[in-house]
């Protein structure tokens, strides 16, 4: 079983910053790709972020030059670095990942979430 918790989270005012972080721990030999969503009441949960193991990294539209992704294989960790806060950006975010076990694939994971708001 894999297990994805989340912190970093918090209430921030408009233009400021936050540090995101999300540690994968259980039964884990790789994770292929990481990532961070988010999800706002009455919203579809969208992606934030992703990165592979090879650093390939995709940002959605809104949040492209302002938050910065990365990941620490050996924490089994990825981070999200969000600068220049906007209201929109409030929301919870959840941590996500697609791990490999000994047999292979073991599965996409998802995270409890963490808490963001941004005032404006």
């Known amino acids: 079983q894999v297990q994805l918790a989340e912190s970093g989270g918090g209430l921030v005012q408009a233009g400021g910053s936050l540090r995101l972080s999300c540690a994968a721990s259980?039964?884990?030999?790789?994770?292929?790709?990481m990532g961070w969503y988010r999800q706002t009441p009455g919203k579809q949960r969208e992606l934030v972020a992703h990165?592979?193991?090879?650093?390939?990294?995709n940002y959605a539209d809104s949040v492209k030059g302002r938050f910065t992704i990365s990941r620490d294989d050996t924490k089994n960790a990825v981070y999200l670095q969000m600068n220049s806060l906007k209201p929109e950006d409030t929301a919870v975010y959840y941590c996500?990942?697609?791990?490999?076990?000994?047999?292979?694939?073991?599965?996409?994971?998802w995270g409890q979430g963490t808490q963001v708001t941004v005032s404006s």
């Open positions: 996500n990942a697609n791990v490999y076990n000994t047999h292979g694939y073991s599965g996409n994971y």
């Open positions: 259980g039964s884990i030999v790789s994770i292929n790709r």
């Open positions: 990165i592979t193991s090879s650093i390939d990294t």
